[in-house]
């Protein structure tokens, strides 16, 4: 059951989020899973500001909202990848400086592996979904699909995805995401990834697996 516990915690991390420069305004959504039920951020609110009046409670099956407040219209894509993702209890869509740089760009980055950071917590491979309208069908399909077995995508001259098991991991890929979009930007295209190799080493040898 949400309790107003819930609500308040929910509205503490969009404002870390909104802290840290993850989104401008009314960029950004997240959702967290409770239960059968998800809090959302609510259509047109602030994650910087947001406020309980502006937090809406959904039911996973279904989408319906239980408490009156309409979700955002990006909610389609955040109880898409709840319901296909049991793993999954946070969704954090920001449009954070460099990252929506990188997205704008003609010719994006095949690879974001500049630090062991980016294949260690945001993955090693990164979807770019083509540009579809924010709130559409067509986006919510893209972005459910590509996050069935990815932690983060790009979307083209939109933002980013993230999803995570909790607040601070989905901070923390965002995070890198962003810091990797960075050195992209700053280094002007010169730069260095990782080697295939170089990543397997990191997942026998850091992560203690064979996979990220």
Known sequence: MITNEHIEQFIGQAHRYGDARLMLCSSGNLSWRIGEEALISGTGSWLPTLGKEKVSICRIADGTPVNGVKPSMESSFHLGILRQRPD?????????????????????????????????????EIPVIPYYRPGSPELAKAVVEAMANHNSVLLTNHGQVVCAKDFDEAYERATFFEMACRIIVQSGGEYSVLTPEEIEDLEVYVLGKKTI
């Open 88 to 124: 999954v209890n946070v969704v954090l869509h920001f449009q954070s400086e460099y990252a929506t740089a990188v997205s704008c760009m003609r010719n994006k980055p095949e690879n974001f592996n500049v630090t062991a950071e980016i294949p260690c917590h945001v993955g090693s």
